[in-house]
C-alpha cells in the first residue's frame, strides 16, 4: 500500500489502496469511477490521515492561469492544483494586487473557496467571482456565482450541500483596481505608508515568526477555527479576564431585512487555548506549538491516537473553561474517510 506521508503536510504515517494523480476532469472521472471509497486531495496541508485509508487517494494537479482586465478589474482564471503561496506571488509580481493579506497560507488554489480561507483582515470569498467544479456521479460541469458559494467564517457550501459532491477543477478572481488596504489586523497596524508589496512582506516574515516550516516540522497550519460568539458571551469572558482578544463580526441578518447586522464577537482560539494550559503543551509525539498554539505540530513519529487525543483535549479543556466549543478546521480521516472529534 502506498504512503500518504509526504502527501499531508503533518507527516502521520499513513498508507491507502492507491495514489493517483489527475490533470484534468476525464482523467479524474475514470479514477473516481473505478473507486469505490475516494478522497480528493489537493495540496494536503489542511488533511490529516490519522488511519490507513481504505481507499483510493485522487490528487489534484489541475494547473494553468488566465488572465485579462478592464477598467476597472483584473480577472483570473486558475487551476485548482496550482500552489497557493506561489499563485499570489505570482500576483504580486504582475501587480493584480488584493492577495497580500493572504501570503504563504499552505495548500492549494482549489481549496481556498471551500475553506473560505483568510488572514490578516481578509478573506478570499470578497475576491472570488466564480467556481468551476464537476459533480462526481454525473459528471455534469457548473459554475457557481459568489452567492451560490454560501461563504461564511472559514465555511461554504462545499462543507454542507456540496460536500463530497464536487470536484472544484477551477477558480476565477476578480480584483477591483482600486481597493483599500486592509492593515488594521495585528502587526499590520505598525506598517508606515503601506503598499501591497509591504503587506505582502509584512504576512510572510509574520507567519514565518510565529509558525513552523511544515517541510521541517509535520502541520496542518490553523488546526481549529476562531470561534465566533455572542456578545454576552464574550462580555461574560472580559469580566473575568483582562484585555481579551477579540473582533468584531458583523452579518447580514436574512431573517429580518438585508440592512439589518447581526453583531457577534470572534475570539482567538489561541487567546483560549493559550489559557486553558496547552501552550508548549506536548502529549507523546504531538506538541502544541509554543509561538502559535493554534497549531499542533508532529515532532517525528506521532500517530493519528495521538493527534486525535491532544485535539480532544483541548477541546474540552476549552469547554469547560470558557462554555465555548471549539471545531477542527482540518479535514481529520480515518479509514473510511473524513471523520469528527
Not at 469572558?237 to 482578544?245: G, K, L, R
Not at 480532544?312 to 469547554?319: E, L, M
Request: glycine share 8%; aromatic share 10%; charged share 20%.
Amino acid at each position: 500500500m502506498p504512503s500518504l506521508q509526504r502527501y499531508s503536510t503533518f507527516g502521520l504515517f499513513a498508507s491507502c489502496n492507491s495514489i493517483q494523480p489527475f490533470s484534468d476532469v476525464a482523467s479524474f472521472l475514470h479514477y473516481y469511477q473505478q473507486s469505490s471509497i475516494v478522497y480528493i486531495l489537493g495540496g494536503g496541508s489542511n488533511s490529516v490521515f490519522t488511519q490507513d485509508f481504505d481507499g483510493t487517494v485522487l490528487v489534484n494537479e489541475i494547473k494553468g492561469i488566465s488572465h485579462f482586465d478592464t477598467e476597472s478589474h483584473h480577472y483570473l482564471r486558475v487551476g485548482a492544483g496550482e500552489n497557493w503561496h506561489d499563485f499570489v506571488t505570482l500576483c504580486m509580481k504582475e501587480k493584480w494586487y488584493g492577495f497580500e493579506n493572504l501570503a504563504l497560507i499552505p495548500g492549494s488554489v482549489g481549496a481556498c473557496p471551500i475553506q473560505n480561507i483568510g488572514a490578516y483582515g481578509r478573506e478570499v470569498n470578497a475576491l472570488i467571482d466564480k467556481v468551476e467544479c464537476v459533480f462526481l456521479e454525473t459528471g455534469e460541469q457548473v459554475l457557481l456565482s459568489n452567492k451560490d458559494c454560501q461563504f461564511g467564517y472559514r465555511d461554504s457550501v462545499f462543507k454542507h450541500a456540496l460536500a463530497n459532491k464536487v470536484l472544484i477543477t477551477h477558480v476565477n478572481f476578480k480584483l477591483p483596481k482600486h481597493y483599500e488596504l486592509e492593515t488594521s489586523y495585528g502587526e499590520l497596524a505598525s506598517l508606515s505608508d503601506p503598499t501591497p508589496e509591504k503587506i505582502y512582506n509584512k504576512v510572510i516574515e509574520i507567519r514565518k515568526s510565529k509558525l513552523p516550516d511544515p517541510s521541517e516540522l509535520g502541520n496542518a497550519g490553523s488546526f481549529f477555527k476562531n470561534p465566533v460568539v455572542s456578545t454576552t458571551v464574550y462580555q461574560a469572558i472580559a469580566q473575568e479576564y483582562d484585555a481579551v482578544p477579540h473582533f468584531v463580526v458583523r452579518e447580514n441578518d436574512e431573517r429580518t431585512n438585508a440592512g439589518s447586522k447581526l453583531e457577534q464577537i470572534k475570539i482567538p482560539a489561541a487567546w483560549l487555548i493559550d489559557q486553558a494550559g496547552f501552550k508548549g503543551k506536548t502529549l507523546n509525539k504531538v506538541r502544541c506549538h509554543p509561538t502559535q498554539p493554534l497549531v499542533l505540530t508532529n515532532l517525528g513519529g506521532a500517530t493519528g491516537g495521538d493527534v486525535i487525543t491532544m485535539a480532544k483535549d483541548i477541546i474540552a479543556s476549552v469547554q469547560e473553561k470558557f462554555g465555548i466549543q471549539l471545531e477542527p478546521e482540518v479535514r481529520i480521516l480515518g479509514s473510511k474517510g473524513l471523520i469528527s472529534l
